[in-house]
């Protein structure tokens, strides 16, 4: 381990930092790590949890890209070709639908997939329930 054999001490903290820096904080590396995973990232199914996990995916690496200063307009033409290519038939025609001239921004294709998987969601008959917070509330209620 990089940091093994420092005694606990506030003048090796430093010390430790820089070693965890030099060896887990090479930028470059870690943005061509995340734009190699989002390249890679498995094509789903037409199910509602196939498709929530790529796009939860998707999302993840997309900000972390963007935690690391690499903003959409600088990949974002190029990702929207690898997304929609990974995206099963039935989901792209409903896309099409939305866009028809197939121009997509990053952005705008970000938010239309959550759009269609939460259709999806609504008509798999999912439903949802909150914790029943009125039982809670009438718990503590002084009437």
Same mark, same amino acid.
């Given at each position: 381990?990089?940091?093994?054999?420092?005694?606990?001490?506030?003048?090796?903290?430093?010390?430790?930092?820089?070693?965890?820096?030099?060896?887990?904080?090479?930028?470059?590396?870690?943005?061509?790590?995340?734009?190699?995973?989002?390249?890679?990232?498995? %094509?789903?199914?037409?199910?509602?949890?196939? =498709?929530?996990?790529?796009?939860?995916?998707?999302?993840?690496? /997309?900000?972390? *890209? &963007?935690?690391?200063?690499?903003?959409?307009?600088?990949?974002?033409?190029?990702?929207?070709?690898?997304?929609?290519?990974?995206?099963?038939?039935?989901?792209?025609?409903?896309?099409?639908? %939305?866009?028809?001239?197939?121009?997509?921004? =990053?952005?705008?294709?970000?938010?239309?997939?959550?759009?269609? /998987?939460?259709? *999806? &969601?609504?008509?798999?008959?999912?439903?949802?329930?909150?914790?029943?917070?009125?039982?809670?509330?009438?718990?503590?209620?002084?009437?």
């Amino acid at each position: 381990m990089t940091v093994e054999g420092f005694a606990l001490t506030n003048a090796n903290y430093t010390r430790a930092v820089e070693l965890l820096r030099e060896r887990y904080g090479q930028n470059c590396k870690i943005i061509h790590a995340t734009m190699q995973a989002l390249l890679k990232l498995p %094509v789903p199914s037409s199910s509602v949890a196939s =498709l929530r996990a790529f796009c939860d995916r998707m999302e993840s690496y /997309i900000r972390g *890209l &963007e935690s690391l200063g690499q903003h959409h307009d600088m990949y974002g033409s190029l990702l929207v070709q690898v997304v929609l290519e990974k995206l099963p038939v039935d989901i792209r025609r409903n896309l099409a639908r %939305v866009n028809v001239n197939n121009d997509w921004q =990053l952005h705008d294709l970000r938010r239309a997939i959550n759009k269609e /998987i939460s259709i *999806l &969601e609504i008509g798999s008959g999912r439903s949802y329930t909150l914790p029943d917070v009125t039982t809670t509330a009438q718990q503590h209620s002084f009437i």
